[in-house]
């Protein structure tokens, strides 16, 4: 089975800070994506990676930022965490047969 | 440009019926991906059933099953003999070929289901 792990389920952070919350898939997909999700608006693609080191914006890039060091880790960086960042992320890998497969999601707070 | 439309925002079912959720799918591309994810309480977000716009069949997995009807950019999401456990979240997502399989989530159903 596909393993898709995020590094915290909850995580509270204040106003200013840098924040990173780590992604890690098992299966050796090349495509990563890193999604925020608030109610009724679904999920909303952040950024996504299709290869190590290699990124691109989704719809809502402003105020993160993605790393890809390796293939298996996708990390989202909020630079300085503000209130209007509080939500739930979702990171996800997806597969050749472009079926995306989630974490369990991290939720942050930011105060 | 691509949209994902979910128009009822909550669902009711009771245990044992049936209930059919509505998504429409609007593209200006010709080849496509379309999904529906299930996202429980607090539990992970997992693959309930996947159509690709170019069969001719509609999909079915055991009591899940898609109506897709490409003329009207329809892709509804049929529940047979609900269970309990079918309450969730449901998303209806879609990614054409050409846009590096990047998906359009629509905006969710929460489905309850009474016993």
């Known amino acids: 089975d596909v393993k898709v792990t995020q590094s915290s389920r909850y995580l509270v952070k204040r106003t200013g800070e840098k924040v990173f919350l780590e992604c890690v898939q098992d299966?050796?997909?090349?495509?990563m994506f890193w999604y925020r999700q608030d109610p009724g608006l679904g999920l909303r693609l952040i950024y996504f990676s299709y290869d190590v080191k290699m990124k691109e914006k989704g719809d809502i890039p402003e105020g993160y930022s993605v790393s890809r060091e390796k293939k298996e880790r996708f990390s989202l960086i909020l630079e300085s965490a503000s209130t209007n960042q509080t939500s739930m992320y979702l990171c996800?890998?997806?597969?050749?047969?472009?079926?995306?497969?989630f974490g369990p999601g991290t939720r942050l707070t930011v105060t | 440009a691509q949209t994902v439309t979910q128009s009822q925002p909550e669902m009711s079912v009771q245990e044992a019926e049936t209930v059919t959720l509505s998504c429409t799918y609007d593209?200006?591309?010709?080849?496509?991906?379309l999904f529906w994810y299930k996202q429980p309480p607090s539990r992970q977000m997992i693959l309930v059933i996947r159509q690709e716009a170019y069969k001719q069949q509609n999909a079915t997995e055991n009591r899940f099953s898609v109506n897709f009807q490409k003329a009207a950019k329809s892709f509804s999401l049929k529940i047979s003999d609900s269970q309990l456990g079918d309450a969730a979240m449901y998303f209806c997502a879609g990614g054409g070929i050409e846009s590096q399989g990047n998906l359009i989530f629509g905006k969710g159903t929460k489905l309850s289901v009474k016993p």
């Open positions: 593209t200006s591309e010709s080849d496509y991906y």
């Open positions: 996800a890998s997806r597969d050749s047969a472009r079926e995306q497969y």
């Open positions: 299966m050796d997909h090349e495509n």
